[in-house]
């Protein structure tokens, strides 16, 4: 397999210029947003079919979330573009400052399965945004979905601007051989690593948006209800197949029976008493990890669901308490709609538990004392928090959204995208009118004074 031929013609296309100018991103833009509304009924069915996600869901969890990057880049463009004004030292007067973003040039863009339109178009909105050539490498495992979009940027990009390349591993392998300019990653950390160690042979820079366990906690004085319902939605979510879904939650021992409770009556409410019928809950992605998840449910008690349908990939909401410490359950990134709940008396167990565990992308903290908020952000780490809510916090294009540590690092969306994808680069204009004479050879300063010179010079 060789890829040399489209990153060549990528670059050769970036090389004229073509992608730089403010009014061909608009338009490339624009042309995208039109595309997905021209080809939304497709992208449904696709989603529907390698999912089991229903329009409802489609359209607020991937196809509204691009729609809105578009309409936020294209508000905001010409403001991110412009160069940006910076002050100079005296050392260096008269002269001028500024930092001018520039498109990196060829991009590479790996999505995966879970999120196959949102995490593979947001990110391409991003490198239009600045002026990017790109390759995409949608998921083999939502394959329909990666047809789909294959075919509507066919017929509205030209291939040697944005091209798409479809296959597996073996494929992402070979094209990751190539040099780009920038490669931006959605996936495991085990592939991010892979990932990140073929782009250090070309030394490009990459953004890796990896998963992790999220974990929630709940502290006795939450508003039990509230945290329940939200918690129960954004853990089974597209089955739970999210990688900002919270992956299990610790909940005070005091609250635990009602929180509990509360779990059982949102899950009923969400999906009734056989969600198996639900239009609105999902299915596994395959096979593989249908299994991996089944194993799971041996590992605590199931205080609710548990059913499930090799044939259909169906495995209901379930809740697991009495989980052994230690057990894989709480060790792998679940990915799947198992919820183990945790109990606590103090907080400085979940504090100390949750030091020991790898980074998360995302940390839920539900209370109504704004002192153990304070305390709890400033004591554990995650590539973002929300308090009293899930997944809020990468809802929109005001927040950079990103991990940290295991969970990846760089972020996107709205402005950080854009900068996810440009070179912030540095220029400064020297003035000719002046040359002032002490810096250059022969030394005419005693230490003493060039010291304090410089102390004034290095100012701006
Ligand atoms: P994955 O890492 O298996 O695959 C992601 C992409 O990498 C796919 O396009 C795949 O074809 C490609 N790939 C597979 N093997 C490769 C290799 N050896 N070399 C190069 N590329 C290879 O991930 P997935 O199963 O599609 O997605 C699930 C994971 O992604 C979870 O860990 C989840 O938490 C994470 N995730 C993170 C985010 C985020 O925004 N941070 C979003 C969604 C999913």
Redesign the pocket.
Known sequence: MQFAEPVRRARDFFATGGTRPLAFRREQLQKLSAALQQHEPAILAALQADLGKSPYQSLSSELGFVHAEISHALRHLSRWVAPLKRRTPWLVAPARGWVQPEPFGVALI??????PVQ?LLSPLVSAIAAGNAVIL?????APRTAEVLTTLVAENFSPEYISPVN???????A??QEKFDKIF????????R??MA?AARHLTPVT?????KCPAIVCADAKIELAARRIAWGKFLGAG????APDHVHVHSRVREPFLQALKKSLLEFYGADPRRSTDYGRI?NAK?FDRLVNYLREGKIFYGGEHDRQELFLSPTVLTEVAAGAPVLRE?I?GPVLPVLEFDDMAEVTARLQAAPTP?ALYLFTQDRACEEKMINELRS?GVCVNDVIAQ?VGTGLP???LGQ??FGTYHGRAGFDAFSHQRSVLRRGTWLDLPFRYPPARLSVARLKRALNFLLRD
């Not at 490498?137 to 495992?141: A, G, H, Q, R």
């Open positions: 790996v999505g995966p399965w879970n999120y995490l490498k949608p998921s083999e495992l296959g597996g591993a073996e494929v992402a392998v094209l990751l990653f959605t996936g495991s950390a085990r592939v991010g892979i990932v073929a890796l948006e990896l998963g992790g197949q999210t990688c900002v992605v990890h990134e990915f992308l590539g990468m959204f990103g991990g969970s990846g």
